[in-house]
């Protein structure tokens, strides 16, 4: 079943019912603003930071669903109603989101009356845009009354939904014009308040959200609306709202279109006040001025429009198959986008509230998202680093405002490191900018600790060399990249942190899955050190490679399948020794991507092993058998019900590296089903069964050992997004960047004939053209550059913006 449609020309998807099985949402913003909307228009706004710079309320795991959000109310012929159906819920004569790339548009109508409600973060302003055009459809004048509807957060998101004795005597408003300005805790220590602003005159307002809603009210039916006046309330030591209210008559035929602004501000502190008590208000007035008119939203949306235009034509992909075209071309890079803003800390599963940024997280969220904008991609691994300790270790996670780890949480996620390295060396690879590595960068924050980025990345290197087990294989520490296997827990309470309790290190559990992070990006580590001059370095990374990938063949192979790890007791996980859990996805995919086994048909027999064990029609499970009782030695894996995330759920986000392993061996027709069953555009029509949106991957979907096999969970914020574009863009269609230039190595499904793949290119870009006369999976058989045949596969660019023609026929030489 599905409820809505792709509309590829307009790079949207269209959702035609309002009732979906969970809100679907879009992210609107790239830069420093950033709002979560639904296709109700539910969600919040913040400024650069989720937790600490929090602009609007929104309430999790409330019910009903999804609130709060940005709404309309249309009191109109003694019916409420709003553009996106909640939080009124009334029925409308039509609706229709069209979530796009940086906005959503709302089409509703009502007894004649069509609302049209555009939002979207403009570039390089701190605000949101919310354009509503109201059309009398009628042959009769039309009179409506407009109650515009926001809720203010007292900035720290945390403390604003816990510290009440503190918050409920806090609120203070200013109204100015038609202007609303919070300015909570601006008389303290605060210099930056919020605004919210219609560039109409106004008949009226409210600011406390108890005189809007009425006593015992609800957001559903507003007193206010419902009584058709606004209290003029100014809020005063207790929770705040915006509301504007305009009496709007409108001829037959005639439309009004009003712009609402949702904005943030600081002021200098010596500048903060243009009167006593009252706040500065000309560098909010100076944004409203930049969209008091249609014409200047218009052009600000175009412009978005234009930047998408831009971006996406850096990897564009012409193919026979429409599904392919639209998740490569548009979703896929979109989500790359939106995961690397936000890591994993703002969804509507994240509440932005803990999390911050994941080192790990960051450092995959590069792999997708370096070749949109490299420069972005190059602060970020600066910031990243420079969060990094003295030894190598680092925070698993830092706050996007601070960029300071996050001390809670803390570090031992013995996986982290390593990601450093996978991050510059995809940099790297795409712009061949050797120069970061010179770059100096803190330890810990810390500017008197500061050295060159090579550094970082060799004392990440050498972390896992210094932190091996019994079997000369890595020691997992807290966890590695899967953060529910806790070797070192042993919680028995309780409440308890599976990610925090007990030892942050042992002398025992290892990890085989992080020997296969070191075997790959050892190697890149190396190729790093031979590209700077440093041969030496070079050698001895590649000696330790060596050394890391025998203790897998010798300590890490199960006879049919890779282990997953030792336990704290010495004792393998993931063998079919064991009860349950007895053989695990994450080794078979990265042992093969990283060359363990190829050799001598151990990856085969891998590969084999999971699609024996481990797949069902929705994807590959993340392990087999799902454990049915608490294991003590394995930590929060085995607390799940079975077939939820990490207990034998699909993990969509370690899906791709089977797939990527099966390029790897030459499966064309294997890796292509693989990447098909988890896409989002290949499994729209089950959305009554997968429930999440059909256009952006989710983190995990139900496994066949749960009772609703094939449901989705946690959408949007995934490294799916980054591996799974990885996956299509680098291994299945081949166009790979690499140290010495851009490699063409397709590995398709037989039954693909030809495709087209224009790629920009450090400064080039090249037309790619594949034919697949033979109908084989992998293979080259010739390439032309230009027309000239070539005898490497990996073409070196001049740049200059010189554009290339390449023609590539796969098959047998």
């Not at 394995?634 to 089977?658: Q, R, T």
Request: proline share 5%; with cysteine; glycine share 8%.
């Amino acid at each position: 079943m599905k409820y809505g449609y792709f509309d590829d020309a307009a790079r949207e998807y269209v959702i035609t019912s309002p009732d979906t099985p969970l809100p679907w949402i879009n992210y609107l913003g790239n830069e420093d603003f950033f709002s979560l909307i639904s296709n109700t228009c539910g969600g919040y706004s913040f400024y650069r930071d989720a937790k600490l710079l929090r602009l609007t309320r929104y309430r999790y795991n409330n019910v009903p669903a999804d609130t709060n959000g940005r709404y309309y109310f249309i009191r109109h012929m003694g019916e409420i109603w709003t553009p996106g159906w909640q939080p009124c819920k009334t029925k409308t004569d039509s609706y229709e989101c069209r979530h796009g790339l940086g906005y959503s548009r709302f089409c509703s109508s009502k007894n004649g009356i069509s609302a049209a409600l555009t939002a979207f973060v403009p570039l390089h302003e701190p605000c949101e845009v919310n354009r509503l055009v109201l059309t009398n459809e009628t042959e009769q004048e039309q009179s409506l009354e407009l109650f515009s509807y926001v809720e203010f957060c007292f900035w720290n998101a945390v403390d604003d939904a816990s510290n009440f004795q503190r918050n409920l005597s806090l609120g203070e408003v200013e109204v100015c014009g038609s202007a609303i300005y919070h300015k909570t805790e601006y008389r303290e220590r605060r210099s930056h308040f919020a605004y919210y602003a219609v560039n109409d005159e106004i008949q009226g307002f409210d600011t406390s959200r108890d005189a809007f809603l009425g006593v015992y009210g609800s957001i559903e039916r507003p007193a206010a609306v419902l009584k058709g006046t606004p209290g003029n309330s100014m809020a005063s030591g207790g929770a705040v709202i915006g509301s504007h209210y305009l009496n709007i008559t409108l001829a037959p035929g005639q439309s009004k279109s009003l712009i609402f602004l949702l904005g943030y501000c600081e002021n200098p502190r010596d500048d903060k006040w243009e009167a006593p008590g009252i706040i500065n208000k000309k560098r909010a007035l100076a944004a409203m001025e930049r969209f008091s008119t249609d014409s200047q939203a218009e052009q600000a949306l175009s412009e978005l429009k234009r930047y998408w235009d831009g971006l996406l034509s850096r990897f564009c992909l012409e193919s026979g198959d429409e599904r392919l075209n639209r998740m490569v071309n548009i979703w896929h890079q979109y989500q790359c986008m939106v995961t690397f803003n936000m890591s994993r800390s703002a969804s509507y599963y994240e509440s932005g509230t803990g999390r911050g940024m994941g080192f790990r997280d960051s450092c995959q969220d590069l792999l997708g998202f370096v070749h949109l904008i490299p420069d972005r991609a190059r602060q970020r691994i600066l910031d990243i680093a420079a969060t990094q300790f003295e030894d190598g270790s680092a925070y698993h996670q830092y706050q996007p405002l601070t960029k300071q780890g996050n001390s809670d949480i803390g570090s031992g996620f013995n996986d982290d490191p390593l990601w450093l390295i996978a991050g510059t060396a995809a940099y790297i690879k795409e712009t061949g900018d050797l120069s970061i590595l010179d770059e100096m960068v803190d330890f810990d924050n810390r500017p008197e600790l500061a050295r060159p980025l090579l550094v970082h990345l060799t004392r990440s290197f050498d972390y896992t060399m210094s932190h091996l087990g019994p079997h000369g294989l890595p020691l997992i520490g807290r966890a590695d990249w899967n953060d529910c296997l806790n070797l070192n827990c042993f919680s028995e309470e309780p409440g308890e942190s599976f990610q925090t309790f007990g030892p942050s290190e042992g002398p025992v559990a290892e990890s085989v899955f992080i020997a296969a992070m070191f075997v790959r990006y050892g190697r890149e580590y190396a190729r790093i050190n031979q590209l700077v001059g440093q041969s030496a370095e070079a050698a001895r990374a590649l000696s330790c490679v060596d050394q890391i990938e025998q203790a897998v063949l010798r300590h890490g192979w199960d006879g049919r399948w890779f282990l997953r790890a030792y336990d704290a007791a010495g004792a393998p996980v993931g063998s079919h020794t064991c009860k349950e859990g007895q053989i695990y996805i994450e080794p078979q995919g990265f042992c093969v991507l990283a060359g363990i086994g190829i050799q001598g048909g151990l990856a085969k027999q891998a590969l084999d092993s999971v699609k024996e064990r481990l797949d069902t029609e929705y994807g590959i499970v993340l392990q087999q058998p799902a454990y049915q009782e608490y294991y003590v030695n394995l930590g929060e894996i085995s607390s799940y019900p079975p077939g939820y995330k990490e207990n034998a759920g699909i993990f969509c986000h370690n899906n791709p590296w089977v797939s990527i392993a099966e390029t790897c061996i030459g499966r064309g027709n294997r890796a292509f089903l693989i990447y098909r069953r988890t896409a989002p555009a290949y499994i729209e029509d089950i959305s009554h069964i997968h429930r999440t949106e059909p256009y952006v991957y989710s983190q995990m979907i139900a496994g066949r050992d749960a009772p609703r096999h094939g449901e989705a969970k946690n959408s949007w914020l995934t490294g799916t997004a980054a591996w799974a574009f990885v996956n299509v863009s680098q291994y299945i269609l081949g166009i790979r960047p690499e140290f010495d230039g851009l490699r063409i190595d397709p590995c398709i499904p037989a039954e693909l004939e030809e495709f087209t793949v224009t790629r920009s290119y450090r400064g080039a870009v090249y037309s790619i053209h594949v034919t697949n006369p033979g109908h084989v999976e992998k293979g080259i058989a010739a390439i032309t550059l230009d027309g000239v045949p070539v005898s490497s596969p990996v073409l070196r660019p001049e740049g200059g913006g010189k554009r290339y023609r390449v023609e590539v026929v796969i098959g047998d030489r």
